[in-house]
């Protein structure tokens, strides 16, 4: 039987919300990979080339961390509609490598409801992706477009 996830509307946010992730675990397989694909630079593929790099070692690329974050905040704010964005501001202060563990803390820091679309408002939410010796290595502020509450759906 399949558990109803509870679904967030515009309605149900206020500035002052904040919120905590669960974790993922990012393994140097998993950088190697995703770096294969999307980010092929040596300090994302390679160990020996990543420690003559000013990062002194494997790291993750920066869109690793923002999807590992993306993945993050779709399962602690389960919009309804989805997470779509519409601007951010995106910035990785230290690397993620090999053992992080990740989690995210965000806030929502702003809402303004549409005049011209009284369906949806835009929600500003800034958050931190956080590793286990509590670096941040990865900031985000986003503009996320979110639902309201249709008239007939009930809490």
Same mark, same amino acid.
């Given at each position: 039987?399949?558990?109803?996830?509870?679904?967030?509307?515009?309605?149900?946010?206020?500035?002052?919300?904040?919120?905590?992730?669960?974790?993922?675990?990012?393994?140097?397989?998993?950088?190697?990979?995703?770096?294969?694909?999307?980010?092929?630079?040596?300090?994302?593929?390679?160990?020996?080339?990543?420690?003559?790099?000013?990062? =002194?070692?494997?790291?993750?690329?920066?869109?690793?961390?923002?999807?590992?974050?993306?993945?993050? +905040?779709?399962?602690?704010?389960?919009?309804?509609?989805?997470?779509? =964005?519409?601007?951010?501001?995106?910035?990785?202060?230290?690397?993620?490598?090999?053992g992080d563990?990740?989690?995210?803390?965000?806030?929502?820091?702003?809402?303004?409801?549409?005049?011209?679309?009284?369906?949806?408002? +835009?929600?500003?939410?800034?958050?931190?992706?956080?590793?286990?010796?509590?670096? +941040?290595?990865q900031t985000?502020?986003?503009?996320?477009?979110?639902?309201?509450?249709?008239?007939?759906?009930?809490?």
């Amino acid at each position: 039987m399949k558990q109803h996830t509870p679904r967030l509307f515009l309605d149900d946010l206020a500035p002052g919300l904040s919120f905590r992730s669960g974790t993922v675990d990012v393994t140097a397989d998993e950088i190697r990979s995703f770096a294969g694909q999307f980010d092929p630079q040596p300090f994302h593929l390679d160990d020996a080339a990543a420690h003559a790099t000013l990062f =002194g070692g494997l790291a993750a690329s920066g869109w690793h961390t923002a999807a590992l974050t993306m993945r993050l +905040i779709v399962e602690s704010l389960p919009f309804d509609g989805g997470l779509i =964005g519409t601007h951010c501001e995106l910035a990785w202060p230290l690397p993620t490598r090999p053992g992080d563990r990740l989690h995210v803390e965000g806030e929502i820091v702003e809402i303004s409801p549409s005049r011209s679309k009284p369906d949806r408002g +835009i929600v500003v939410m800034r958050s931190r992706t956080i590793n286990q010796d509590d670096g +941040i290595v990865q900031t985000l502020t986003a503009s996320l477009l979110v639902f309201r509450r249709p008239a007939t759906d009930t809490v």
